[in-house]
């Protein structure tokens, strides 16, 4: 069984960058997408962007894209979040997750890392 580990949250300042870290225990397939969402206090779950383990093909959110890079080592089993250009907005538990296809929904990813808190401070 997979399991999936964050870290690289912390508190930035506006404008300011952070790289988030996705490590997993177990193989990955190339046939996976590997996806990280964020949750900020009394808001639904929200998709920020995914990655197809294989072809790397990636996918973002409107609000980040040209701000937040997605990307994978796969000799590392590891994700990452690259995030520049922080907005307050951004703050959130930023989470990873697997699917075995790609989806912009939380219910499609069946495994959760706990996540790593971004503070973001105006």
């Known amino acids: 069984q997979v399991q999936l580990v964050e870290s690289g949250g912390g508190l930035v300042q506006a404008g300011g960058s952070l790289r988030l870290s996705c490590a997993a225990s177990?193989?990955?397939?190339?046939?996976?997408?590997m996806g990280w969402f964020r949750q900020a206090p009394g808001k639904a779950r929200e998709f920020v962007s995914a990655?197809?383990?294989?072809?790397?093909?990636?996918y973002y959110l409107d609000s980040v894209k040209g701000r937040f890079t997605i990307s994978r080592d796969q000799a590392k089993n590891t994700l990452y979040l690259q995030m520049e250009n922080l907005k307050p907005e951004d703050a959130a538990l930023y989470s990873c997750?697997?699917?075995?296809?790609?989806?912009?929904?939380?219910?499609?990813?069946?495994?959760w890392g706990p996540g790593t808190q971004v503070t973001v401070s105006s």
């Open positions: 997750a697997r699917a075995s296809s790609y989806d912009t929904s939380p219910t499609a990813y069946y495994i």
């Open positions: 177990g193989r990955l397939f190339s046939s996976h997408v």
């Open positions: 990655i197809r383990w294989g072809s790397g093909r990636t």
